[in-house]
């Protein structure tokens, strides 16, 4: 029996917020993020799309192509609390949700037509998440994860399109290369060099030339390219904290040490984060004493996934909680109060320049392992 996915997307989700507290937003160009020209879009509406502008553009390039925009700067907590309530009508009803993103969600509604209709059936969902939320949503159903998110692309805003196992091939077969999803910038270059513009082309050529050009990641692609996925719905659960912990072969009272350990460990544990495109507003230090005492500090920070921003908190709370000059047997780092959300959306007044060094910086983790590149004095 083919599996029934479905992929369902709230409608530019913090823009949609913002109009619910704001009703003079409606049909304006609305962008949310840093005020400053060194910070990034965080996200817009359709209304501002149209004018070139999109997420992680320059604030001052989108200031200039779309100077009658409407500038938000944006509240992660209060986004959060709108996905959790999406996620609880979802999960209340599918059998198996996996919560992709902050405004994101796939369901494996296999066998759901046996009771009046798939189709049917995801229609009245999203019609309850709108009713009890205010918030605008999407839906794809089809074959396979990949698919399903490419049907939720093309029944924006506010759709729903059902893209049925004979018709995935004549679905995909005219769209842009630009559709599928994980074709990013380079990805995307890279086959408009070769000539490559639609998914039809693309699904055409050989798979051995695509893996020679573009490795492992060509094969997925072509893979996608012809409507082939065989990745399971997760099931979601919430994680409530990340961490890390040390203990020492030989107890210390070596501060330079406990921080160049210190920063390693919140490198670690915010790649982690950001892997999970997760942000925290906690930050936790954990120490114990010789003599088998342990203490620990918690304090709050701004909804983040950076190292430098939880690394400077956690510092200051290990001078704090170290009081005692005993020697330290253990050091530990957690962050807690996880919502979803990514790195280009973590701080409102990050620079272009700063994002792109953590992208590239998680990009060698990603290939070569965490230990791969990290601040010297680690």
Not at 144 to 157: F, L, Q, R
Not at 359 to 374: E, F, P, R, S
Request: aromatic share 8%.
């Amino acid at each position: 029996m083919n599996k029934v996915i479905a992929h369902m997307d709230l409608d530019t989700f913090f823009v949609s917020v913002e109009r619910l507290e704001n009703a003079d937003l409606a049909g304006k160009p609305v962008i949310i993020g840093g005020f400053s020209d060194r910070g990034v879009v965080a996200s817009c509406s359709y209304e501002a799309r149209k004018f070139g502008v999109h997420a992680a553009m320059p604030g001052k390039l989108a200031r200039r192509i779309c100077p009658q925009a409407i500038w938000i700067r944006g509240d992660m907590d209060k986004y959060s609390k709108l996905s959790h309530l999406v996620t609880e009508v979802i999960t209340s009803e599918a059998p198996l949700v996996e919560k992709a993103s902050i405004d994101e969600h796939y369901l494996d509604v296999t066998g759901m037509d046996r009771f009046f209709g798939t189709q049917k059936w995801m229609h009245e969902l999203r019609l309850r998440i709108i009713k009890e939320t205010g918030l605008p949503i999407s839906f794809g159903l089809s074959v396979n994860k990949t698919v399903s998110k490419i049907a939720t692309g093309e029944a924006k805003p506010n759709g729903e399109k059902e893209v049925a196992a004979p018709q995935v091939k004549p679905f995909l077969n005219p769209l842009s290369i630009k559709k599928i999803p994980g074709i990013g910038d380079k990805s995307y270059h890279t086959l408009r060099d070769m000539g490559i513009v639609y998914i039809e082309t693309l699904a055409n050529m050989p798979i051995e030339l695509l893996g020679r050009v573009m490795g492992e990641n060509g094969k997925v692609i072509w893979e996608k390219a012809n409507g082939i996925d065989n990745r399971p719905v997760q099931p979601y659960h919430e994680q409530k904290s990340i961490g890390s912990e040390r203990t020492f072969e030989t107890d210390t009272t070596d501060m330079k040490f406990l921080h160049g350990v210190l920063s390693k460990m919140v490198q670690d544990v915010c790649f982690d984060m950001r892997k999970q495109n997760r942000l925290c507003a906690t930050v936790t230090i954990k120490i114990r004493y010789s003599d088998f005492q342990t203490h620990t500090m918690q304090a709050r920070v701004a909804y983040t996934s950076y190292d430098h921003v939880i690394l400077a908190k956690a510092k200051e709370l290990l001078d704090k909680v170290y009081d005692r000059r005993l020697l330290i047997r253990l050091i530990g780092v957690k962050v807690s109060n996880l919502v979803y959300g990514s790195q280009q959306i973590d701080l409102f007044e990050d620079s272009e320049e700063m994002i792109k060094l953590y992208q590239a910086l998680d990009q060698i983790k990603h290939w070569y392992g965490k230990k791969a590149v990290g601040k010297g004095r680690t």
